[in-house]
């Protein structure tokens, strides 16, 4: 089955019992039991849910995985990833992250006994470097957020075979569509599916996917334990949204190109990172192991703070907004909102500037959209 038949058809089935379309919400927090020790494994919906487990299963089989675990948020994912460690082990994570990982890993985690070391995993020597004898995870996302730095999957998974470490990769920005982590060997893959897999700003949820029966029965376990999973009506909504991925991710692609060829010829644009572009530093390699780029633009204006913010604060149709992957165009400034509490020392020794400005591409008419980056950037 091709992937555009699949995001459609993988596990969405007509309801057995009455021949609907669509998947039933089963908006229940518990199942009546006919007698004492009955299994017909649902007992209470922290637990399972038809709903969800149609989902997860749905989800992962875009990835190409046999397991899909699913959490209230792409937080609460990876928190639950990281249950599968114990106090004193070592995580080697990509220095360039969602700050709400960062915070999660150097603000929260390591209250609880786990060292992490922050590495450019662009670059494998420093990432092999960094391992010690306690070290138990290597989690990277590709590209990151923001900078869009590209991990070499191949790479790194043969670091961490040889090490035998989990390699966890945050692959919210690619998307199955364009990159399917679990191929290059990498025992575990989470998605935001807050963001592209739904796609309309319309809940929040995340997902974590493996070919590992043991990870997913430790982390299933975690799900159950700890509760943070999402509602039947949120599964519900992200099997409407998850229909038309494949359609909307090449439109996000498409328009990224032409708007990241027009900001990079941009008189007042003094840098501008795509993956689809050669200039790139990881372009080859973003080009093998993907077969698209995304719709994610980071770049800084000539001027400095005041050009992005001004920037940021001109834009008419695009909006600025925490969040991305959604169909309308986002702009978004780092260091005050997703990056808000990433030390500002630690931001600028990684490249992440007061300046930088991140763009979440639409779906709209590219036209529309580089005119209104046109006529904000007149007003810089």
Not at 176 to 193: I, Q, Y
Request: hydrophobic fraction near 40%; proline fraction near 4%.
């Amino acid at each position: 089955m091709k992937f555009d038949t699949k995001v459609i058809h993988a596990a969405i089935k007509p309801d057995t019992d009455t021949g609907s379309i669509v998947t039933p919400i089963h908006q229940t927090a518990t199942y009546v039991m006919e007698k004492v020790g009955q299994d017909k494994g649902y007992d209470y919906t922290r637990s399972a849910n038809p709903t969800r487990e149609i989902m997860e299963d749905h989800l992962a089989a875009l990835d190409n995985g046999k397991y899909g675990i699913a959490f209230s948020s792409g937080m609460a994912a990876i928190d639950s990833c990281l249950k599968l460690l114990k106090s004193g082990d070592h995580v080697i994570c990509s220095d360039d992250v969602y700050g709400g990982t960062y915070r999660l890993f150097d603000q929260l985690l390591v209250n609880y006994g786990i060292r992490f070391s922050f590495i450019d995993t662009s670059f494998p020597d420093q990432v092999e470097k960094a391992i010690t004898s306690d070290t138990r995870m290597i989690w990277a996302e590709t590209p990151t957020n923001p900078l869009l730095k590209i991990t070499d999957l191949n790479a790194i998974s043969l670091i961490a075979k040889k090490n035998n470490l989990i390699f966890a990769v945050d692959s919210t920005f690619s998307t199955p569509v364009f990159l399917r982590p679990l191929e290059f060997d990498v025992d575990l893959v989470m998605h935001s599916t807050t963001k592209y897999i739904t796609g309309h700003s319309q809940l929040i949820g995340g997902i974590v996917i493996t070919n590992r029966k043991d990870l997913a029965n430790k982390l299933r376990f975690a799900q159950k334990t700890i509760g943070a999973v999402p509602s039947p009506i949120d599964c519900w909504l992200t099997l409407l949204g998850v229909k038309t991925l494949d359609v909307r991710m090449k439109k996000h692609e498409e328009n990224a190109i032409k708007i990241a060829e027009f900001l990079d010829s941009h008189p007042k644009v003094s840098t501008l990172t795509y993956p689809g572009l050669p200039s790139h530093p990881m372009y080859d390699v973003a080009k093998e192991q993907m077969s698209g780029f995304s719709g994610m633009i980071s770049l800084e204006l000539k001027g400095g703070i005041p050009a992005g913010e001004k920037f940021l604060n001109s834009v008419k149709l695009a909006l600025l907004a925490e969040s991305l992957g959604s169909v309308e165009t986002m702009v978004l400034h780092p260091a005050s909102m997703t990056h808000g509490d990433v030390p500002k020392e630690y931001r600028l020794t990684h490249g992440l500037s007061d300046g930088l400005v991140r763009i979440s591409v639409g779906i709209e008419n590219v036209d529309d959209i580089i005119n209104d980056f046109k006529q904000a950037l007149d007003k810089v």
